[in-house]
């Protein structure tokens, strides 16, 4: 496959998907209507609010999306004077640039590393990566995520060593942690990285320079505090505490109908509370505790987490992008009831097929990585820089992992395989 061809072919696909989102209902997850809701609100209440303001007024509405991607989305639809076809065109095509420009930017540093762009091997593992254009056809902020990871990737490679560099890079932090809570510690590796890493005689100013997205960090947390009464950044990670990591716990360890007696009592209890702050103290306390007694089961889910997130061929992702059934045949939903030959089952269908080939290329996918991080060929500080942002995600994916999460960091896979395929065909000409 020519350089030619395989543009031409990943064009396609986006625009098949970018199509059906046009032609088609528009697809829409929870998340999605949030992020719409926090949009329409600082377009006509000047509030940054995840939520139907005409409903019961929920404080953790006010801090659960952060600012940045309801912000583009407000931009899009001042531009659209109120025309939602225009909209949803105008969004979603900025969101397939970027998509291309991001796969555009695995090419150029691949041709940095002095090695040949695989573009039939490229093709074959972004066929079978659906999640890249589903969620650049989304209302998510995936694919904005994925531009200032695989961004900054291209800032430490290109850019020299100074203060213009930490002056983007402390930029490009910022804005991953004003999209997603997730990357919040970012704020704390960058001052790490500028003390350990760069070599420069101004290192004081470079180092007041790497602390901005911890200002910034401090700054909205004291925000939050003003509008709510709780210091926090974002109220997610109060609610992934309880729902997600101390639930899936409490259902592996009792099943789903004591789980579900159990959270309701720690949310019923909190309602109880006099203020907002009190409420989060006691969920986030309760919620610790039962994990901290359960620190042994709880390790094993995250680690099995972990898995899901790089091995999750994504039935989620296609089946809310083309409105398809899924809720029995998620690997969150099986697990509720143990149910393994339910999951399997699952797999005996047209789309089980499709998902069985994306889980046999992500097991492949692994095997690559690993070969990259054992290779004696590639330097230690090559590693660092290529396995950082895919380290850092899994790590912080919690006990349910899903494609979703990893979808952010693929380009930079392809990057390590693309070097892996390399280093194998120069080892072998030798």
Known sequence: MNRRRFWILVIVIHLVFFGKQLIFEHSLLQDSKEYLYAAENLIHSHTLYAGDLSEKFNPNFLTKRPVLFPLIIAFF?????????????????????????????VEKIILHFK???????????LLFTPAQAIYANFIMSEIW????????????IFNQENLKKIGLLSGLCIAAIALKPVMIFLAFCLPLFTLFLLKTKTK???????????????????????RTGYFQYSSISTINLLQYNTYTLLINKYGVTKADSIVDNIQYEADKTNTYALKQHFIAHESSKI?????????????????????????????????????????????????????????VNPLGILLMLILIINIMK?????????????????????????????????????????????????????????????????
């Open 77 to 105: 639809k001042l531009i659209s004077f109120g025309n939602p076809s225009l909209f949803w065109f105008l969004i979603l095509l900025i969101q397939n640039i970027i998509s291309l420009y991001c796969i555009k930017l």
């Open 115 to 125: 090695g040949a762009f695989n573009y039939k091997i490229a093709f074959i593992f």
């Open 145 to 156: 995520l994925q531009l200032i990871l695989v961004y900054i990737l291209n800032c430490l």
């Open 204 to 226: 004081a100013l470079h180092l007041v320079v790497s602390l901005l997205p911890v200002l910034f960090v401090f700054t909205v947390s004291k925000w939050n505090e003003k």
């Open 291 to 347: 994990i901290k007694e359960n620190i042994g089961n709880y390790l094993y889910l995250h680690l099995r987490g972990m898995v899901f997130c790089i091995m999750d061929p994504g039935r989620f992702d296609i089946s809310q992008f083309f409105n398809l059934p899924h809720r029995q045949s998620l690997l969150y939903e099986t697990s509720k009831k143990n149910n393994t030959r339910q999951l399997l089952d699952s797999f």
């Open 366 to 430: 692994v095997f690559v990585v690993l070969k990259f991080l054992i290779s004696k060929s590639v330097q230690l500080n090559q590693k660092l820089l290529l396995l950082f942002f895919p380290i850092y995600i899994v790590i912080l994916t919690g006990p349910i992992g899903s494609s979703r999460f990893s979808m952010p960091f693929f380009p930079i896979v392809l990057i390590i395989i693309l070097m892996t395929v390399n280093l194998h065909k120069n080892e072998s000409s030798r």
